[in-house]
């Protein structure tokens, strides 16, 4: 189980997050990679910090392009969770923590490493790397299958892929990006090596 600590001292960040739910706003992925770089991050307890990394590195790994650890994804995910994004303002439920009690302010992440935890049989961030993977597929099985469709793995997913897409290095490196695009050709061949293009990519449902 996570150890958890006292949660940070309330700070202008926090007042600012419940004022923009008052309002009905919302941020979108431009301005939480905004706030990533202008902003101090919110503080998480280093074993979350670890887990979060392994987990976004495992999701989207480096492959022949910089993977979402590098883009900086565990960081947005951190701001877009602090900001309430894709409905994270309220704590997973108690029913999503199977196997036992969930600890004191189970927020999202907490929730992560304590089911990662559970499927390991111990710390997720210390267990070897093939059982890290596999508790990450078996638990991404699991979200996917009928009667998964509460499962908070498929927010923070959607925050990980959401994050990487909206990155400059995943719109600028992974998608391609043509600024006037060229004439309209409605059946064209796909090849196994070709990707999407970052300016027509509308996949997006964020907020």
């Known amino acids: ?73 565990p960081a947005f995910v951190v701001m877009a969770l602090d900001h309430g994004l894709s409905g994270t303002g309220r704590p997973p439920s108690h029913d999503q923590f199977p196997g036992g009690r969930p600890p004191p302010e189970a927020n999202w992440l907490v929730w992560l490493e304590f089911e990662l935890d559970r499927r390991v049989g111990g710390v997720f961030s210390s267990a070897k790397p093939a059982a890290q993977a596999k508790a990450l597929a078996d638990l991404d099985a699991a979200a996917y299958a009928k009667g998964g469709e509460k499962s908070p793995w498929r927010t923070l997913k959607g925050l990980i892929v959401t994050g990487y897409y909206t990155s400059e290095i995943g719109g600028s490196q992974e998608l391609f990006f043509e600024l006037v695009p060229g004439r309209f050709d409605p059946d064209v061949p796909v090849g196994p090596n070709d990707r999407a293009w970052s300016n027509d990519w509308t996949a997006v449902d964020f907020g």
């Open 1 to 73: 189980m996570p150890n958890i600590d006292s949660p940070p001292t309330a700070s202008r960040r926090h007042l600012l997050r419940a004022g923009l739910a008052l309002a009905g706003a919302a941020l979108t992925p431009a301005q939480v990679w905004a706030q990533v770089a202008q902003a101090t991050p919110p503080r998480i307890f280093p074993r979350t910090q670890q887990m979060l990394d392994r987990v976004c590195d495992l999701t989207i790994p480096d492959t022949q392009t910089p993977g979402a650890v590098k883009a900086g994804v």
